[in-house]
């Protein structure tokens, strides 16, 4: 299994993975509105498809197979093909499954805390 992660930082996306212990860079793109921060896609767990289950947070990536979604402090993997339509990168978005297709709703942005002087 290759081991990902999406490094975040000063308005640029790099997809890596690991070896023998180092990271190498796959590609490099816009991270757009996708927060600056390190995230270990290879730990995302398979969403489970049933219509009482939803899946709130925000979308980082999406590759031919997934699309990875972090949800609190964890990340879940949608399969691509259930959607018919990508969910847009860096946006809080609602995900819920209806006869094993997959549904998206945008959500509110989060709230930040904003430091005043």
């Keep these: 299994m290759l081991k990902q992660r999406l490094l975040v930082m000063n308005g640029q996306k790099l997809l890596q993975h690991e070896v023998n212990g180092e ?3 796959d590609k ?10 390190i995230y270990n896609i290879y730990l995302a767990k398979e969403a489970v498809k049933e219509e009482a289950i939803k899946y709130e947070g925000e979308i980082v990536h999406a590759d031919n197979d997934f699309v990875y979604q972090k949800t609190g402090r964890d990340f879940i993997k949608h399969e691509r093909g259930l959607f018919s339509e990508l ?4 946006k809080n978005m609602m995900i819920r499954y209806n006869d094993k297709q997959a549904s998206i ?4 942005a989060r709230k930040t805390r904003k430091l005043t002087r």
Excluded at 87 to 90: K, N, S
């Design 87 to 90: 969910p847009v990168f860096g």
């Design 28 to 37: 490099i793109s816009k991270a757009g509105d996708i927060r600056a921060g």
């Design 105 to 108: 709703q945008q959500l509110a």
């Design 23 to 25: 990271w190498k860079i």
